[in-house]
């Protein structure tokens, strides 16, 4: 199974997919977590780029840069996974690639979408959990986390378009997407993450003990902080 976790800036999601990976694993369910840009050597050297904040791309290089990316995790990490019989949790994926390169710069929908597809192969997820955040709560906590990249420092108006576009992007596949409201607390928002998987992974889930001390990941100091590390 293959399931992709969205948001935008401040949202939780990169928090989220590590805590669910080590949720399903402590049960033996063999998994895959990895992200974009990244999960790859050459995905990684990417996501350098495209996050630098002294020198970052104009937006028709970002979806070359984020395709170049794609393609290397799809077909080196992404479909292998698949065909072994893994569940594969990626932090990010090619909605985001609509939503920020297509909503929020501007780029035309239909040739962002035909990157995407060139890119991924045509490969969709079975399932996106996306974590919905009003902008202004979701850069307090980027900021707050102390990890300021190029994304985060675009204005007001261009996260308030890449979140509509999420949102858009959810109400046009409804049974893909599922919107959890990232704003409540950490345990809510964990306990919708579980309702909203299918059923013997959330009979799995819900019933894993796992002992971690989430005070201490990504080193933040409280729940709040935890959830919303990382992005």
Known sequence: MFITIEGPEGSGKSACARWLAERLSSRGIAVTETREP??????????????????????????????????????????????????????????STLAYQGFGDGMPLDDVRAAVRLASGGLLPDLTLLLDVPVEVGLRRREGAGNWNAFDARDLAFHERVRIGFLRLASDEPIRFRVIDASMSLNQVHSAVLAALPAPLRENAEAADVALDWRTVGGAQDEDAVLHSAE
């Open 38 to 95: 990244g999960g790859t050597a050459l995905g990684e050297r990417i996501r350098g780029f495209v996050l630098d904040r002294v020198q970052p791309p104009l937006p028709r290089t970002s979806l070359f840069l984020f395709s170049a990316a794609r393609a290397e995790l799809v077909g080196r990490v992404i479909r292998p996974a698949l065909a072994a019989d893994r569940v594969v949790i990626c932090d990010r994926y090619t909605d």
